[in-house]
């Protein structure tokens, strides 16, 4: 078998973006995969975005990833949440055809020339010197390559639960990854273990359609690429029901039964994504809990019952899962379950996704410790950027928090590292107001093209629209309004620019519009914000060497000291961002960094 | 929060913070020297660099606070390399604290220890070594500078500030959580509880109007102390300038007439006269310094009126007078107030009673403890009006009102310790059951 230059382990959402980086950029690229028939696997809800998650899809894009692309190719329902809330925190989330969706994925990465796919399993890494330098397969194959991407989701020692029923597998029926933990942890890796579930699959023609509310998406569909001009499908509804006194009976009833609270699964599972029966434990007093009924694709009869996942036995979830309206006479077609895995402490990793423990090897995706698809492939492309980087001499490509959601997110990994699976929410976004959806070509599209992912088209409409904006915005700012400009009256509370009726607007697309109106509207706090924004880049700025001595530092605490040397931060910024380091700490390193500088 | 940081216009006391002649005040970064300029009379902007320059001080009100020397110094050429100025002024604490309360007004912050010469050496000036740089980090870890002393937060008002503080993050999450979670998911708008946050508002007003701004901690206290002649009066003020950091400053009158020095009693500014004693006379010039006594009694904030436990005297009645018995060590007055000058017995217990009369009249507000420094009180009003800003942009969006809510928590965060991203989740995964 011949050598690549780089290898990418996994075909999930982050191998996705992380081969196509990779190879787009160049290099020979060799996917290994489990099964070729799982690629772009929609593992858990069939649907892409949401909040924070929307805005993540649309920076991918924005870099020239492909998520956005498949998301649109395949989409079956949009629906624009928060509309009412606040335009800062809009975010557009979609159903998704997971049928489509993974094989559109899977054409995409054939149409790839210089990426190859090839179905085994790895078990282990041929090392050199403390650097990665090919993969060991199931089967027997050494291939060797010069960076190495690892991003194996819930497989690697995955093992799933349903009641008293467990069995060595990353999704239900498909094999886990077993012995590559163990490589990894004879390696120096740090590992634990993480807990995620998924509801049961019932059949649509089982289901009771006037127990349920119908809940329909918006119409035109709106995409997540930028390069997508308008998606031109009908829309699909979901439905609506509760769960009742019933139901919640049952769980009580058999809560002994569940393998979370009869203590076989350790695993940490999401606060935010709770299995029913914790749902039911946790809140005693909720009389009911939401049920959405979503299609899992437009050739299938399954629905993914969103909100009751589960790890009970079968005999349980039939009981409860017949006792909702709309799914009395349910054909339960996959049952649900809960999995555990091992994941890789996020704290051994630069903010370049690149291990401390083995240079050349980049980590993504689930394997991190987080969870979602969206999530996952922002590292996957981030870490197939960097690997491309690390084969080409450059420097690693960082995004920072003050820009981007997936600054944020591998800020927070490699600095905080994670105790529960990471989800992205846009609290955990300090700047928020400047990250809106809408302005990700913005702020990333002229990065992407850089660093050589994006291409020149992509970057050439980018300054289409940002000279529409900007004479948009001229435009306003000459048209009165009373004894204001244009400009100065959108500032004002509920004005739209629709209302206005400047004639000379009426050409521009309505996304121009938008996005000029957001800019001006929040212009007066984004200033606000500007101050803080130029300290924070100011201290992203002030680099501390790879190889820095911690130890040759008089004036910090012994306990910054074991900190700074276990993330070994790559900036002063990331440095202040570590629970437990004080003000004058990050000052007394500021201070020794610069006088390593001078010499 | 406050980081050690270069450019950001920041000022700090470069003397001891004490009564002295002289102080000196310093201010680098950018912009510094046009910051200044509307409230100094001399011209700075246009003086070169290394320039002294005379002028007045003066305050936000147009009122001259002090007559001051101005050095300039541009970029490059002071100690921080940065644009920057010393002023010296008068060494009276009051000055310096309206000096200071100009500066945080028109926007240069105080320095935090050390950041004058961590400057200095971010910005090359070779001349100064990194331990030197180090070592003045590190003293505001462990040193108890007066300058530190003041901005800790006693133990209710860390309380106070605390309950503050959880009641916003909980606002903050019940709205976040409207922000994480679309509205399929959680149909039901967020209200703004106009209720709570008014009582959140009164409770943060109340604190903050406890600082002894008036009169008290920007000017200082007038202190007489009186009473007949041969009464005590001198042992007692020289006493109290013993024990106390003082200077005296030249004497104006006569000792016939009276003595007067600068002094800090527990923090507070004190302006301290010794008078004249009260006794029938025929001579002129002293029947002029009991005059004079009388018309200092009128203007005084607190009278220590001194009697001799031997003596038939009695104090005048006046709700500003404390009565003092001296010579202690002779006789002894029982419950009375006493001290004696010669054992010094009873001293602490008359400075005590000095400052508890002195701060009778503000610690009164409804059961509110008090605070004792300016920052802690712009902190808490700047959250209170973040609180406001917050309700006012209701009809902008939920994310403006977020983001208000966050810089209230980060004002009272600054006081009680910082809130972070993740306490915000916390409170919102531990109060409501999410998740489809």
């Given at each position: 078998?011949?050598?690549?230059?780089?290898?990418?382990?996994?075909?999930?959402?982050?191998?996705?973006?992380?081969?196509?980086?990779?190879?787009?950029?160049?290099?020979?690229?060799?996917?290994?995969?489990?099964?070729?028939?799982?690629?772009?696997?929609?593992?858990?809800?069939?649907?892409?975005?949401?909040?924070?998650?929307?805005?993540?899809?649309?920076?991918?894009?924005?870099?020239?990833?492909?998520?956005?692309?498949?998301?649109?190719?395949?989409?079956?329902?949009?629906?624009?949440?928060?509309?009412?809330?606040?335009?800062?925190?809009?975010?557009?989330?979609?159903?998704?055809?997971?049928?489509?969706?993974?094989?559109?994925?899977?054409?995409?990465?054939?149409?790839?020339?210089k990426l190859s796919l090839f179905m085994d399993t790895v078990v282990d890494f041929i090392t050199e010197n403390g650097t990665v330098a090919g993969v060991v397969t199931e089967r027997g194959w050494r291939i060797s390559a010069k960076a190495v991407v690892l991003t194996t989701g819930t497989f690697m020692d995955g093992r799933i639960f349903i009641g008293e029923y467990d069995a060595p597998c990353g999704r239900l029926s498909e094999s886990a990854a077993i012995g590559l933990g163990d490589s990894l942890r004879r390696l120096g890796f740090h590992t634990g273990r993480m807990k995620t579930g998924t509801p049961a699959r019932v059949r649509k023609s089982t289901l009771d359609f006037d127990e349920m509310e119908i809940q329909d998406g918006d119409t035109p569909m709106l995409p997540f690429s930028f390069?997508?001009?308008?998606?031109?499908?009908?829309?699909?509804?979901?439905?609506?029901?509760?769960?009742?006194?019933?139901?919640?009976?049952?769980?009580?009833?058999?809560?002994?039964?569940?393998?979370?609270?009869?203590?076989?699964?350790?695993?940490?599972?999401?606060?935010?994504?709770?299995?029913?029966?914790?749902?039911?434990?946790?809140?005693?007093?909720?009389?009911?809990?939401?049920?959405?009924?979503?299609?899992?694709?437009?050739?299938?009869?399954?629905?993914?019952?969103?909100?009751?996942?589960?790890?009970?036995?079968?005999?349980?979830?039939?009981?409860?899962?017949?006792?909702?309206?709309?799914?009395?006479?349910?054909?339960?077609?996959?049952?649900?379950?809960?999995?555990?895995?091992?994941?890789?402490?996020?704290?051994?990793?630069?903010?370049?996704?690149?291990?401390?423990?083995?240079?050349?090897?980049?980590?993504?995706?689930?394997?991190?410790?987080?969870?979602?698809?969206?999530?996952?492939?922002?590292?996957?492309?981030?870490?197939?950027?960097?690997?491309?980087?690390?084969?080409?001499?450059?420097?690693?490509?960082?995004?920072?928090?003050?820009?981007?959601?997936?600054?944020?997110?591998?800020?927070?990994?490699?600095?905080?590292?994670?105790?529960?699976?990471?989800?992205?929410?846009?609290?955990?976004?300090?700047?928020?107001?400047?990250?809106?959806?809408?302005?990700?070509?913005?702020?990333?599209?002229?990065?992407?093209?850089?660093?050589?992912?994006?291409?020149?088209?992509?970057?050439?409409?980018?300054?289409?629209?940002?000279?529409?904006?900007?004479?948009?915005?001229?435009?306003?700012?000459?048209?009165?309004?009373?004894?204001?400009?244009?400009?100065?009256?959108?500032?004002?509370?509920?004005?739209?620019?629709?209302?206005?009726?400047?004639?000379?607007?009426?050409?521009?697309?309505?996304?121009?519009?938008?996005?000029?109106?957001?800019?001006?509207?929040?212009?007066?706090?984004?200033?606000?914000?500007?101050?803080?924004?130029?300290?924070?880049?100011?201290?992203?700025?002030?680099?501390?060497?790879?190889?820095?001595?911690?130890?040759?530092?008089?004036?910090?605490?012994?306990?910054?000291?074991?900190?700074?040397?276990?993330?070994?931060?790559?900036?002063?910024?990331?440095?202040?961002?570590?629970?437990?380091?004080?003000?004058?700490?990050?000052?007394?390193?500021?201070?020794?960094?610069?006088?390593?500088?001078?010499? | 929060?406050?980081?050690?940081?270069?450019?950001?216009?920041?000022?700090?006391?470069?003397?001891?913070?004490?009564?002295?002649?002289?102080?000196?005040?310093?201010?680098?970064?950018?912009?510094?020297?046009?910051?200044?300029?509307?409230?100094?009379?001399?011209?700075?902007?246009?003086?070169?660099?290394?320039?002294?320059?005379?002028?007045?001080?003066?305050?936000?009100?147009?009122?001259?606070?002090?007559?001051?020397?101005?050095?300039?110094?541009?970029?490059?050429?002071?100690?921080?390399?940065?644009?920057?100025?010393?002023?010296?002024?008068?060494?009276?604490?009051?000055?310096?604290?309206?000096?200071?309360?100009?500066?945080?007004?028109?926007?240069?912050?105080?320095?935090?220890?050390?950041?004058?010469?961590?400057?200095?050496?971010?910005?090359?000036?070779?001349?100064?070594?990194?331990?030197?740089?180090?070592?003045?980090?590190?003293?505001?870890?462990?040193?108890?500078?007066?300058?530190?002393?003041?901005?800790?937060?006693?133990?209710?008002?860390?309380?106070?500030?605390?309950?503050?503080?959880?009641?916003?993050?909980?606002?903050?999450?019940?709205?976040?959580?409207?922000?994480?979670?679309?509205?399929?998911?959680?149909?039901?708008?967020?209200?703004?509880?106009?209720?709570?946050?008014?009582?959140?508002?009164?409770?943060?007003?109340?604190?903050?109007?406890?600082?002894?701004?008036?009169?008290?901690?920007?000017?200082?206290?007038?202190?007489?102390?009186?009473?007949?002649?041969?009464?005590?009066?001198?042992?007692?003020?020289?006493?109290?300038?013993?024990?106390?950091?003082?200077?005296?400053?030249?004497?104006?009158?006569?000792?016939?007439?009276?003595?007067?020095?600068?002094?800090?009693?527990?923090?507070?500014?004190?302006?301290?006269?010794?008078?004249?004693?009260?006794?029938?006379?025929?001579?002129?010039?002293?029947?002029?310094?009991?005059?004079?006594?009388?018309?200092?009694?009128?203007?005084?904030?607190?009278?220590?009126?001194?009697?001799?436990?031997?003596?038939?005297?009695?104090?005048?009645?006046?709700?500003?007078?404390?009565?003092?018995?001296?010579?202690?060590?002779?006789?002894?007055?029982?419950?009375?107030?006493?001290?004696?000058?010669?054992?010094?017995?009873?001293?602490?217990?008359?400075?005590?009673?000095?400052?508890?009369?002195?701060?009778?009249?503000?610690?009164?507000?409804?059961?509110?403890?008090?605070?004792?420094?300016?920052?802690?009180?712009?902190?808490?009003?700047?959250?209170?009006?973040?609180?406001?800003?917050?309700?006012?942009?209701?009809?902008?969006?939920?994310?403006?009102?977020?983001?208000?809510?966050?810089?209230?928590?980060?004002?009272?965060?600054?006081?009680?310790?910082?809130?972070?991203?993740?306490?915000?989740?916390?409170?919102?995964?531990?109060?409501?059951?999410?998740?489809?």
């Open positions: 078998m011949r050598d690549y230059d780089a290898i990418v382990i996994g075909g999930g959402h982050a191998g996705i973006e992380a081969c196509l980086a990779l190879s787009r950029e160049g290099f020979s690229t060799l996917l290994i995969t489990q099964s070729l028939d799982a690629i772009g696997r929609m593992s858990c809800n069939p649907s892409i975005g949401g909040l924070a998650k929307g805005n993540l899809v649309r920076e991918i894009d924005a870099l020239g990833g492909e998520m956005g692309h498949l998301a649109d190719k395949a989409m079956i329902q949009m629906r624009m949440l928060n509309k009412r809330r606040g335009p800062a925190v809009q975010a557009p989330r979609a159903q998704e055809d997971k049928f489509t969706y993974s094989r559109i994925a899977k054409e995409t990465l054939e149409s790839e020339e390069e997508t001009d308008c998606i031109d499908r009908t829309s699909i509804p979901c439905y609506v029901t509760y769960t009742n006194e019933e139901t919640h009976r049952i769980i009580r009833e058999n809560i002994s039964r569940s393998p979370l609270y009869g203590g076989k699964i350790v695993g940490k599972g999401p606060r935010y994504c709770p299995s029913i029966e914790d749902k039911v434990v946790r809140f005693p007093d909720r009389e009911r809990h939401q049920i959405f009924v979503e299609p899992e694709g437009i050739g299938t009869e399954e629905m993914y019952l969103n909100g009751l996942s589960s790890s009970l036995p079968e005999d349980v979830q039939h009981a409860f899962i017949h006792s909702i309206p709309g799914l009395r006479h349910a054909e339960i077609m996959r049952p649900a379950y809960a999995v555990e895995y091992d994941y890789l402490n996020p704290l051994d990793l630069y903010p370049s996704l690149e291990s401390k423990i083995l240079s050349n090897l980049f980590i993504a995706g689930q394997t991190n410790g987080t969870s979602g698809y969206e999530e996952a492939a922002a590292q996957g492309l981030i870490a197939g950027i960097n690997a491309a980087e690390r084969l080409k001499g450059e420097k690693p490509f960082i995004l920072s928090r003050t820009e981007s959601y997936i600054g944020v997110l591998i800020d927070d990994l490699v600095t905080k590292g994670t105790k529960e699976p990471y989800r992205m929410f846009t609290s955990r976004a300090e700047y928020r107001l400047s990250l809106r959806h809408d302005t990700a070509d913005q702020r990333l599209t002229r990065k992407g093209y850089e660093v050589g992912l994006a291409g020149k088209d992509r970057l050439d409409r980018l300054e289409r629209k940002s000279e529409e904006i900007r004479r948009v915005k001229e435009i306003l700012q000459h048209t009165r309004i009373g004894a204001k400009s244009a400009y100065d009256t959108l500032k004002e509370p509920e004005k739209d620019i629709h209302e206005l009726k400047i004639s000379s607007l009426a050409s521009y697309p309505e996304e121009v519009l938008r996005e000029a109106e957001l800019d001006i509207r929040y212009s007066g706090y984004i200033d606000r914000q500007e101050r803080e924004l130029e300290k924070a880049r100011k201290a992203e700025n002030m680099e501390i060497p790879s190889d820095f001595d911690y130890d040759s530092v008089d004036g910090i605490s012994a306990e910054a000291r074991e900190k700074l040397k276990a993330v070994r931060p790559v900036s002063i910024g990331q440095a202040g961002r570590i629970s437990g380091i004080r003000v004058s700490d990050t000052a007394v390193l500021a201070v020794a960094v610069r006088s390593v500088k001078r010499g | 929060m406050a980081h050690y940081e270069t450019d950001e216009p920041i000022y700090a006391l470069a003397t001891p913070y004490s009564p002295s002649a002289l102080a000196v005040i310093r201010a680098s970064g950018d912009g510094v020297i046009s910051l200044l300029q509307p409230y100094f009379s001399g011209k700075i902007e246009k003086a070169e660099s290394g320039r002294v320059l005379h002028g007045y001080i003066n305050g936000t009100d147009g009122r001259h606070i002090d007559e001051v020397v101005v050095i300039k110094y541009g970029k490059g050429h002071g100690y921080t390399s940065e644009e920057a100025f010393e002023i010296m002024c008068h060494g009276s604490l009051p000055v310096i604290r309206q000096i200071s309360a100009l500066f945080e007004e028109i926007g240069i912050r105080e320095a935090l220890r050390g950041e004058f010469t961590y400057r200095a050496f971010m910005h090359g000036r070779m001349d100064l070594t990194q331990a030197e740089a180090v070592e003045e980090i590190v003293k505001a870890r462990t040193g108890k500078g007066a300058g530190e002393a003041l901005e800790r937060l006693s133990g209710t008002i860390l309380e106070e500030a605390d309950k503050a503080k959880n009641e916003i993050l909980e606002i903050l999450a019940s709205l976040e959580v409207q922000l994480d979670y679309g509205e399929d998911e959680i149909p039901e708008d967020w209200e703004f509880p106009s209720e709570r946050v008014h009582a959140i508002r009164d409770r943060l007003a109340a604190i903050a109007s406890t600082y002894r701004s008036s009169k008290l901690w920007t000017e200082g206290a007038v202190v007489v102390i009186a009473g007949r002649t041969n009464a005590g009066k001198s042992s007692l003020y020289n006493a109290l300038l013993k024990e106390n950091r003082a200077i005296v400053s030249p004497i104006e009158g006569t000792t016939r007439d009276y003595i007067e020095s600068d002094a800090e009693i527990d923090g507070i500014p004190v302006r301290l006269f010794d008078t004249a004693g009260f006794r029938e006379t025929e001579e002129a010039v002293e029947a002029e310094g009991i005059k004079r006594t009388e018309s200092l009694m009128e203007t005084a904030d607190l009278i220590v009126y001194v009697i001799d436990p031997s003596s038939d005297d009695a104090a005048p009645e006046d709700p500003r007078v404390l009565t003092v018995y001296s010579r202690l060590d002779i006789v002894d007055k029982g419950k009375a107030l006493s001290f004696s000058s010669v054992t010094g017995e009873g001293l602490d217990k008359v400075i005590s009673a000095i400052t508890g009369k002195l701060t009778a009249g503000l610690s009164e507000v409804a059961g509110v403890p008090v605070i004792d420094s300016e920052r802690q009180r712009d902190k808490l009003l700047e959250a209170s009006d973040s609180l406001g800003e917050a309700e006012k942009s209701m009809a902008f969006g939920f994310d403006v009102v977020a983001m208000y809510l966050q810089s209230a928590l980060a004002s009272l965060g600054e006081l009680t310790g910082l809130v972070t991203g993740e306490d915000v989740l916390d409170k919102l995964f531990s109060s409501f059951c999410l998740g489809k």
